[in-house]
Nanobody, 129 residues
Framework: QVQLVESGGGLVQAGGSLRLSCTAS???????????MGWFRQAPGKEREFVAA????????QYADSVKGRFTISRDNAKNTLYLQMNSLKPEDTAVYYC???????????????????WGQGTQVTVSS
């Protein structure tokens, strides 16, 4: 079982920045570095949507078109921590942000929620206009 805990959310004005963190812990046969990791978000009344993903080494990343060029996903395997640097925030970025862990598979895309085995409890990000 892997426990994921997000932090760093809050209230920010449009154009501002936030850095989310997600720390992994728990007893598992796999180490943090063996999981692909992703960030998703869910706004009130909407489906949970993909934001960004990163492979086990950090060498391969994916982004939703809506955040490309503004958000950066990264990881520090020595610290069992995943990050999401969010710049130029917009009111439409307001949502609960979740981190998730996926066991790598033969494909290269990690945009689907069903690929992810473990989820954090979420952290609220609110962007005011």
């Amino acid at each position: 079982q892997v426990q994921l805990v997000e932090s760093g959310g809050g209230l920010v004005q449009a154009g501002g920045s936030l850095r989310l963190s997600c720390t992994a812990s728990g007893r598992t046969a796999r180490t943090f570095s063996s999981y692909a990791m992703g960030w998703f978000r869910q706004a009130p009344g909407k489906e949970r949507e993909f934001v960004a993903a990163i492979n086990w080494s950090g060498g391969n990343t994916q982004y939703a078109d809506s955040v490309k060029g503004r958000f950066t996903i990264s990881r520090d395997n020595a610290k069992n921590t995943l990050y999401l640097q969010m710049n130029s925030l917009k009111p439409e970025d307001t949502a609960v942000y979740y981190c998730a862990a996926a066991i790598p598979y033969s494909g290269s895309s990690y945009t689907g929620t069903t690929l992810y085995e473990y989820w954090g409890q979420g952290t609220q990000v609110t962007v005011s206009s």
